[in-house]
């Protein structure tokens, strides 16, 4: 066969196409659909969580966990009980309460170090709820490992390598709810 014949006997077949064209763009579809849905998820798991702490820190601004004597792993079941799309919440969720005399004293040490790990005020978490009156600061942490290939790289926080520190709080000063 000669080239020339060939070369145009080529140019007019155009079956596989369609698979060719599907299978360029298929990878990069898909990466793209799965980074979304990781995202609506972590989303969910970030709204939920901030909905537990305000839950549970109700609990402590009415006075209810002072009453019931709710100890700090309690609390945290409080929190945990009302997370969605969480995976081991009782180990990987930390839960920081703390008090303090007034708004102006609120002072919060960063969550994570320069080298991307927790810091210890996140690791060995504080429970002291206060009396009536106190101004307390709830927080939650939660590292989300993403699952998606190079999403964490682009979302990932403060040096956390494919991970993002899901953070919620709250503060308040507690009623007076005296005996």
Same mark, same amino acid.
């Given at each position: 066969m000669?080239?020339?014949?060939?070369?145009?006997?080529l140019r007019k077949c155009e079956k596989g196409t369609t698979a060719i064209e599907f299978a360029l763009i298929a990878v990069p579809f898909f990466w793209l659909f799965m980074g979304a849905f990781e995202i609506g998820i972590m989303m969910l798991a970030s709204y939920t969580m901030e909905n537990a702490v305000a839950d549970a820190a109700r609990q402590i601004r009415t006075g209810q966990v002072v009453k019931k004597g709710i100890t700090?792993?309690?609390?945290?079941?409080?929190?945990?009980?009302?997370?969605?799309?969480?995976k081991d919440c009782? !180990?990987?969720?930390?839960?920081?309460?703390?008090?303090?005399?007034?708004? +102006?004293?609120? *002072?919060?040490?960063?969550?994570v170090e320069n080298d991307g790990t927790l810091s210890t005020s996140v690791t060995?978490?504080?429970?002291s709820t206060g009396n009536p009156m106190d101004v307390v600061v709830v927080r939650a942490y939660y590292k989300w490992k993403f699952f998606t290939p190079m999403i964490g790289?682009?979302?990932?926080? !403060?040096?956390?390598?494919?991970?993002?520190?899901?953070?919620?709080?709250? +503060?308040?000063? *507690?009623e007076p709810y005296g005996g």
């Open positions: 000669k080239p020339r014949l060939l070369k145009m006997r700090a792993s309690q609390f945290k079941s409080m929190v945990c009980n009302k997370v969605f799309m969480i009782a !180990s990987k969720l930390y839960v920081d309460v703390d008090r303090f005399d007034d708004f +102006a004293s609120v *002072n919060i040490p960063p969550a060995n978490p504080s429970f790289h682009f979302l990932q926080s !403060s040096n956390m390598t494919n991970e993002r520190l899901l953070t919620t709080g709250a +503060a308040f000063r *507690n």
